[in-house]
């Protein structure tokens, strides 16, 4: 992933370890553990009331690329152990098909599948993703750019208002506390249930300079598009009014231009594929975890019908995950698209 | 674009041709320049009553990697010369930044622009696209593999039903002949009042095997999503049920299996970054054209405060021009995966 | 070819035209099609007494990313039309594989090729490449580097000394008058007995920064290594001292240095990738032109055995026109270093 | 490195690690440690005398992508710690520029560099290489491909025979056992002079298909030439009979064929960029190691002239360390045009 800001991830949920090779990181930037780790800790299961309640410990090590403290310019190896984790509770399901899940387009594409936890297409998987997108997040910060996440929707509750300063004060990272509260109350009635729920998440980018994009095959909302639906669970992108233009009129989807800025953001910050300057404003849909102990139907490898119930996991919705997942990949295709930018000026 | 099926396209709206180079095509597959022409005709203007009045002959010719009617594995260069290119029409503009338009950003990241009718940024750039989807689309046709879009909603029209068969008999592409005649209606009244119009497109992937797509990286859902957002007037793209899936709880999103295969098809025919088989199935919302002839606000290069009326062109709704574009972008994509699944396997 | 200054060529021989895209070509560089013409030029045939008769116009036209003089940032296409190609002098042998060519690996690669001229493996080809180099040049120019490539020996005869002006008094581009002139009595010699001859090139590359070049995969040395021996002729590469190292001690091919800079230039301006700010100096085995009227022992694409005559050319050596094409790639590589290197400052 | 068995190296001289991802490699290959520490082993210093007496483990650990002794067809993650590195044995010359090393630049390219044992520049950084290699092998194994990598000379001794049997007899892995016996007085002599030589190797490449190779921009030759020229030491590479064909005419240097196969190999088993099925043969030129025990001329960080002796490190040549990783690249090469031909076939 990335031209000049290049990104490899490798792991799988119930191997030694999982982690990320960056190539390309500018030289100079203040780089150690604890800034990596503090963005770790935000996708950490248990965090919020929603996820799976294997704890981790997630502790990262940075193997290369840094020296007294500072990025050398060659590639940083960033990696974090698995611990703790019991395949034993996959062995019953080893040879089913669990839906919704990669375990059937793992099995038709490879012939062959590490069936333990989802083994690559688990959610530790992230983990080297949030990891590179916290080295991206330096050069961003370097600019003024910031990149924030935040909970619209969740099983049908949706927000009312955006008091961005709500956003860090509950588990949902939502701007609506009420919004929040009710949340609380249907993920407590899906888990009883056994059931999960899915969710729309909002993105913005702040403080972007215009100019960043390539016109054609690198567009910067195409980059940004591919980078979310690269995440596992999202179904749909759309970038500032989004499917509402379906129904625009073009005197009202065009944003006027003042020599103040813009009257309004319906392009969410991004025209002909290059920045305006203006925010861009990314919303993504989030599936319920396939993961839930009701029982479903579905077939074994050999494709005998069966019956599944995945146990040993009670997320509930992967919205808190995903968040960081999000915001990382975000920072790693602006911290691409900038350096390119700077190459070409 | 792409890693082992690799197209770039070239070219203004108003310099001297438009044209693309495809590297990387298997050798030995039939291809002419009729075969290019029939897919490139289907975009030209005036097809629809909805597109510009320019009249555009288009006809291509292929340059290189054909020799006696096979591909030889070489790269195929193909050119269309712009003819009929009134660029006078745009001098006076050339100083405005049209509203919706990449002038702006092109400005900001470039420090020129060729203003002539959108220059990189036009509708012409998708020539390129076209003919490549076009080559692309033999690979598919061996294997089997068919694309089609077809339009859901136009202008605030939507489709009742999905006769297949009505699809072909109207110039929205609309599987819904009374909704067909709702969007001619709507159209009409929407260039009367000089403004524009967005809709909705649908995409069905058919006959794809299990297996195509990598697992993070270069998953085929992130690719078609870079491949369609990278269309410059989609502002959203789904995959499966979508944005929906916001307000499902896992039971209902998952889609249970059965040895005959799947019961539904929320995931939209792709798991974990990867084809499961069944039909792939994408939305994509189309903003208006941003080209209208109400006076709207807007600046010119030095930042002052102007008015624009774009005259010249008449388009009120891009959708039928979008649809082969889109096919050929989703061809282009599946025909890159096709090749590195093969190389894998 | 390149990471951000990308170029890709298409065309045969005897096809309708040759030429190349560039894409990444920063904009605001003055471009018109006389400054390509003036390299394109220095390649063509019948310029030396040494080469090919057929006349070739080969006036390149720019079709796209230059708007009044300037290049746009946008994809660079250029063409050049394939006029006065008489392929029916190859209809006798299109059956035969031709010694020292690429047909019998074209036919093993893709089971089909264009037989007319050698296709696609034509030097023809190389066309693109030296039109694509002159673009890269325009952006060394602006930094002052300067790339030159000069004969040092042909057919046995080697330089005594380096005038570097008498480099352009010759055809040869012989920095030794007396050997160039002993050059053109063997030239008359090896054509009289329908024979060809190989040479050895020196290349520099002046006025290049410290600190270009990856230190692991696109090491400058490893990138330009790649660029020479990708020209058709080209069977071995050296930088610096070169083959001679394996006779030194470490005492001896150490440059030492000194506040005023290197004492010695025995790394060839390259030390472990990245350019030191010497003269980088590499040196270029090119081999006799396969294409001989001497009869010799070959096979048809059936497998019997044959005698071949290449009739219709007469070029004794390739050197003079590989000259131009080797200062084009080198060209193209510092240009993508170049603005690689600007990406991380 | 590469385009579909992706390779990508970590980690510094003394850094905690290093190590290789390998993405793109096809599932079902039989890959343990054992098998990649074999390879490790042979590049070990210590192996033969001429090299460092620093003693590494350098024990090997798959991290991913192997699951029940088979790759998965995910990325694999290779690493091997750092052990018993004294970096003190550096202070002293932190300040210093090695002359022969890349120490200056990667000054200036970075402004900061690891002056630890040499850094990223460090030989240790082939590990991921040789590891990387080891994997690739196993492709070219169930191929029937075979790569192998010998000395031709040795401080100025050079081999009188090649008797391949001999090869793996002595510590320099020379096929004249009598030459062997020569470079060890010879090396000895040179180690007593606190000095070091370089030599000449040669790789075979054999049992590759015909038909290998892109023919513009990614020729086999081409691949091969920057895969050698991107191992440290190398400062020249040739293909075939190499710069020997600049002073040979087009009858001797052209393989003639017939329905046996070619009756010579000055081509070097590829033409026009693609392999002609023949024997690959290359030959690198290797420089002697830059670290020697005679004080040298240099300058300090600051511009200051000053002397050096680089204590601490005997190797005397790099080459037996040399011969595994110019496999191992050679292999890597090799694997990724295999994947790349299988998908267009």
Same mark, same amino acid.
């Given at each position: 992933?990335?031209?000049?800001?290049?990104?490899?991830?490798?792991?799988?949920?119930?191997?030694?370890?999982?982690?990320?090779?960056?190539?390309?990181?500018?030289?100079?930037?203040?780089?150690?553990?604890?800034?990596?780790?503090?963005?770790?800790?935000?996708?950490?299961?248990?965090?919020?009331?929603?996820?799976?309640?294997?704890?981790?410990?997630?502790?990262?090590?940075?193997?290369?690329?840094?020296?007294?403290?500072?990025?050398?310019?060659?590639?940083?190896?960033?990696?974090?152990?698995?611990?703790?984790?019991?395949?034993?509770?996959?062995?019953?399901?080893?040879?089913?098909?669990?839906?919704?899940?990669?375990?059937?387009?793992?099995?038709?594409?490879?012939?062959?599948?590490?069936?333990?936890?989802?083994?690559?297409?688990?959610?530790?998987?992230?983990?080297?993703?949030?990891?590179?997108?916290?080295?991206?997040?330096?050069?961003?910060?370097?600019?003024?750019?910031?990149?924030?996440?935040?909970?619209?929707?969740?099983?049908?509750?949706?927000?009312?208002?955006?008091?961005?300063?709500?956003?860090?004060?509950?588990?949902?990272?939502?701007?609506?506390?009420?919004?929040?509260?009710?949340?609380?109350?249907?993920? *407590?009635?899906?888990? $009883? &249930?056994?059931?999960? @729920? +899915?969710?729309?998440?909002?993105?913005? %980018?702040?403080?972007?300079? =215009?100019?960043?994009?390539?016109?054609?095959?690198?567009?910067?909302? *195409?980059?940004?598009? $591919? &980078?979310?639906?690269? @995440? +596992?669970?999202?179904?749909?992108?759309? %970038?500032?009014?989004?499917? =509402?233009?379906?129904?625009?009129?073009?005197?009202?989807?065009?944003? *006027?231009?003042?020599?103040?800025?813009?009257?309004?953001?319906?392009?969410?910050?991004?025209?002909?594929?290059?920045?305006?300057? =203006?925010?861009?404003?990314?919303?993504?849909?989030?599936?319920?975890?396939?993961?839930?102990?009701?029982?479903?139907?579905?077939?074994?490898?050999?494709?005998?019908?069966?019956?599944?119930?995945?146990?040993?996991?009670?997320?509930?919705?992967?919205?808190?995950?995903?968040?960081?997942?999000?915001?990382?990949?975000?920072?790693?295709?602006?911290?691409?698209?900038?350096?390119?930018?700077?190459?070409?000026?």
């Amino acid at each position: 992933m990335g031209h000049m800001f290049r990104v490899t991830t490798w792991g799988e949920s119930h191997g030694p370890a999982v982690g990320c090779v960056i190539d390309g990181c500018p030289p100079g930037l203040a780089l150690d553990e604890a800034l990596v780790q503090r963005e770790l800790d935000r996708r950490k299961p248990g965090q919020a009331k929603t996820s799976t309640t294997r704890r981790e410990a997630d502790l990262c090590e940075i193997l290369s690329g840094v020296f007294e403290g500072r990025t050398t310019g060659t590639p940083i190896s960033i990696l974090v152990w698995n611990k703790d984790a019991k395949s034993e509770a996959y062995t019953s399901i080893q040879d089913l098909f669990r839906p919704g899940h990669g375990d059937v387009t793992y099995q038709a594409r490879y012939g062959i599948r590490d069936w333990r936890g989802g083994g690559r297409a688990s959610a530790r998987e992230t983990i080297g993703r949030v990891a590179a997108g916290a080295v991206a997040g330096l050069l961003l910060e370097k600019e003024g750019i910031s990149v924030k996440a935040f909970t619209l929707a969740l099983g049908g509750v949706e927000v009312k208002k955006r008091d961005m300063a709500a956003v860090a004060t509950n588990a949902y990272q939502c701007p609506d506390p009420d919004a929040a509260a009710a949340m609380e109350v249907r993920v *407590a009635e899906v888990r $009883a &249930a056994g059931d999960s @729920i +899915g969710g729309l998440v909002e993105l913005w %980018i702040d403080g972007l300079p =215009a100019g960043l994009g390539d016109p054609v095959f690198d567009k910067l909302d *195409a980059d940004l598009a $591919a &980078a979310m639906m690269g @995440i +596992g669970a999202v179904k749909g992108v759309e %970038i500032g009014a989004g499917f =509402a233009v379906t129904a625009m009129q073009g005197s009202m989807s065009n944003d *006027a231009m003042t020599p103040e800025g813009f009257l309004s953001n319906h392009s969410g910050g991004i025209l002909a594929g290059i920045s305006s300057g =203006a925010r861009v404003v990314l919303r993504l849909a989030v599936k319920p975890i396939p993961s839930i102990t009701i029982p479903q139907q579905t077939v074994d490898i050999h494709g005998n019908p069966r019956s599944i119930v995945t146990r040993g996991r009670h997320d509930v919705a992967a919205i808190p995950r995903i968040l960081p997942v999000a915001e990382a990949m975000a920072k790693l295709v602006v911290a691409d698209h900038l350096l390119r930018w700077r190459a070409i000026r």
